[in-house]
């Protein structure tokens, strides 16, 4: 049995530091907004590259933070239009609707499954105020062309990099540093996971992160003063704290993804399975590696029968859930097919060579 | 140095037993929404009384979900008026305008701090739906009656028991079982605190607790669908299995605290320090003991002066919040008068009955 995903033995070598710190975290007493958030903060932003970084419950809470953000700061209003790849896990699109802006859905690059620039230029028009950009299972979206078009239609960039912490481009820049402002997710299961919700917003704008550090703490800076109307969307002490033991081991792990996804990319020759495009000059960090088959339900059958975990990332793209229905007569064909046919085999940091062999015979096999 | 809450001290006494927990937890590989948190909904559900309990991210959110899951279901909607406790913390009324209700701000009586069902039905309107009583510092609001008033108008009664674990009421039920829905804080500072940010909801209505069940999840039910624009409201694995541990106790740490008010009194004969109401029927769990002194400046920092750790709950009232300032023109002359004199000193499970003794001294002094 190869897991998808074997949460339990990533975290596992850090059991020890883990259990120091938690001892440490109960002594110092503080348990919100404390030194690890901050600590942890400032890493994550010198890591990024960025000037800011403010810690959240997690990457939906930091996605709507930034578009309520610039709300408050009269940047964005009510009902402004916000590009959005349509194929994407649907808290990109629910971020841009609880923050009452108007999602306009993008089809993604047939090869890359990232959002189309091409696409995004047939959609703006003169309510389009920003574009938000996935880097899908942590392959960058083609950030230069984008941010060359958002630049002559004045549109902000918002990155979810939620699948891509410490992808880097190719001019050495990095995932959470490449448009105004990027919202991370730390779910367990990210290339950078915490042990348990968990989220950040990285951005060079001071303004911003300002406006993020009250709204995420009840629209206060001074206890007891509210200045904004604001939530309670935290980055807890506790999660900051694992956060930070970990960070320094993320670039590693990344390159060890990269080092399995090279295995499957050049070892699975099987031609029904369809690999995924690379480009070995921009940095992916492999969050999940997506193949493609026509026919998915045999193909994941297969993968039971033999014991190897899979995910579907996802089944049903955003447009065709019932939560989303209002968007349900979009006729979004890319998005789709890749809906029908995507399927994600184990990959992580902590997968051994031989499990990556097995993995790599059966589906030759298949 | 008396401190005003040894928030350590309190967790201190169940140190082993977290780090015991913590490595169960790491070892389980299970950090989000699994065996922990369904523990500790039946544990807290059963604790007061009621059929369900849904664990969510912070208090707020508890508050906010309630009245978010009543819109999707159609028993509320957008601008429908919701009665407030004029007097409460900002984040009681911040749920309400998140949830796209409109808040009414109702004057306290003058004796018990909590909402006055006298200026409540001077409110109610064909518009008014709801109506959300603070259990102020830990004490029930007038229940009974709030509730005639609502049946009576067919209007809902929700409970924010953010300040109120394990009140119990003449009638022997408890705080989150004497209305439609509840919503609880484990803020670290509550009487039951986690060791970061969590809530939970608790009703007996099912539908009700389902909705939250998949708002709180992504409006998901099952994993990749969404049925809902949901949320990440979630109560993490660690903060739940940490709130298990501390729950058995927290009768035992409201009895102390009780037993500590009452001394203070019974003690404090100092006549320029005005002591709470408190209607012995009635289990008050004293959150925080707060008296009333007319020149309260003079008062903080004679405390200061003696090294008594004291706060003030709270020292400007939501309708004198920037926040609010929408709000700014209301006349509520008993909840400025409130906010004007009102001073809480330290009271915890904790502490000493020589510290409580020290306190009372140094209050007769005054
Ligand atoms: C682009 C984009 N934007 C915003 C977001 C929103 O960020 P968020 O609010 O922080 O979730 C996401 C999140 N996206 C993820 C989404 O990609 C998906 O991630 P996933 O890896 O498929 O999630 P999973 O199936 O729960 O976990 C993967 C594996 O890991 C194992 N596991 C998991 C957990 C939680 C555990 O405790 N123990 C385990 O052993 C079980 C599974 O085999 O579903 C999640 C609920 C979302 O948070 C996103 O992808
Ligand atoms: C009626 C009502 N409804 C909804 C809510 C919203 O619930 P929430 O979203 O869960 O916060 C509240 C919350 N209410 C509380 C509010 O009452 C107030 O609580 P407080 O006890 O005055 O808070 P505090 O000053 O941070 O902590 C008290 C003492 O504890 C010490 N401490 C504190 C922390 C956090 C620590 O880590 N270590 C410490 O040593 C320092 C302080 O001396 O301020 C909080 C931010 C709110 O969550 C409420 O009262």
Known sequence: MIQF????KINARF???FQKKFKHFLDSGRYILGDEVETFEADFASYCGTKYCVGTSNGLDALTLIFKAYIELGVLKANDEVLVPANTYIASILSVIHSGLTPI???PDEQTFNISVEEIKRHINNKTKAILVVHLYGQLATMEAINDVAKEHNLLVIEDAAQAHGAINNNGKKAGNLGHAAAFS??????LGALGDA???TTQDKQLAEMIVQLRNYGSLEKYSNNYKGFNNRLDEIQAAMLSIKLPFLDEDNARRREIANRYLNEITNKSIQLPYYDESENHVFHVFVVR???RDNFATFLKKNSIGYLIHYPKPPHRQVALQEYS???LPITETIHEQVISIPISPVMTDEEVTQIINLLNAY
Chains 1, 2 share one sequence.
Do not use: C, R, W
């Open 15 to 17: 059991e020890e530091t």
């Open 329 to 331: 007569h979009l006729q």
């Open 199 to 201: 989220g950040a917003i």
């Open 105 to 107: 859905f993008v089809e």
């Open 186 to 191: 730390f779910y367990p299961s990210k290339n």
């Open 293 to 295: 088959v026509t026919e």
């Open 5 to 8: 995903l074997d949460l339990k």
